[in-house]
């Protein structure tokens, strides 16, 4: 391990295996106890699929007696869909994160690092909703679990929790097509009642309508 970490600090790169060693390195220097885990991450441009076989590795910290999660390579930046350019990109989103939140793109090999009562099998890893972590402008802190069907089948409700509630939401099908909704809002807690027999949507937030509009999450209804 040690080679290993003299290695990416003379490169300056490195991929998760690299990053997660190098961490758990630096908290050893401190006293500070930490682990690296290994597992599979969910692909965030195609979330719903089957199967997610994307061996990945990152870390768990103990702070003031608790187990904390973090993914110090997803928290540099982030890749295009080929996985082919990275932009630098520093989030907190993946540092210190809700374990169920978390659970939506981490599975450990070890389930006990999910550090959660109820464990994520890899079927429920699929359909989990996807909260893009590494936007910050419009950051969530809570959300529903899963789309609820409303009793005549024809509607379905998520709600999202933001610390910085956005002016403009937008709902669309993966292959752009908007989709009808309601939307409701208590506080910081927004609620969307969906009109839609799509099997997935994408959810956007934005300042207006007429400008750029940020994916913020992916639910499957």
Known sequence: ???????????????????????KALCDEVSVEAVVIEGNS????????????NAHAWNAVKIDGKWQLLD?????????PPVKKFT????????????YM?????????????????KRSKKDFADQPMVDLGQTRYKIVRCAPE???????????IWLEFETVPKEIMVATSNGKKVEFTRSDSD?????????????VIVY?????????????KYKL
């Open 205 to 217: 937030a934005g300042e207006s309508l007429k400008k750029r509009m940020h994916v913020i999450a």
């Open 147 to 157: 789309a609820r069907k409303s009793s005549d089948g024809k509607k379905h409700r």
């Open 188 to 200: 910081k807690k927004v609620t969307l009642n969906i009109n839609s027999s799509a099997s997935s």
């Open 42 to 53: 969910r692909s965030y441009y195609n979330p719903f699929r089957g199967n997610h076989n």
């Open 88 to 99: 630098r990109r520093v989030s907190d989103g993946y540092f210190f994160t809700p374990p």
């Open 102 to 118: 978390f659970a939506q793109s981490h599975l450990p090999d070890e389930p006990d690092w999910q550090l959660m009562g109820k």
């Open 72 to 80: 110090a390579t997803w928290g540099a930046g982030y890749t295009d």
């Open 1 to 23: 391990q040690k080679e290993q970490v003299v290695k990416t600090l003379d490169r300056k790169r490195g991929v998760c295996a690299d990053y997660s060693a190098l961490f």
